[in-house]
């Protein structure tokens, strides 16, 4: 939840991924998961 929410506080991909332990890309799937399954309901 962290690494969709904290983007759109305005905390860049890498550095939510350098805190979580995750990559960006990884960052990036996970908000983008989250976009689709908010279309979606």
Known sequence: MAA???PELGFTGRHVA???GITEEYVSMLRGRARR???AA
Request: glycine share 0%.
């Open 4 to 6: 969709v929410t904290l």
């Open 18 to 20: 350098e805190v979580l």
């Open 37 to 39: 399954q908010e279309l």
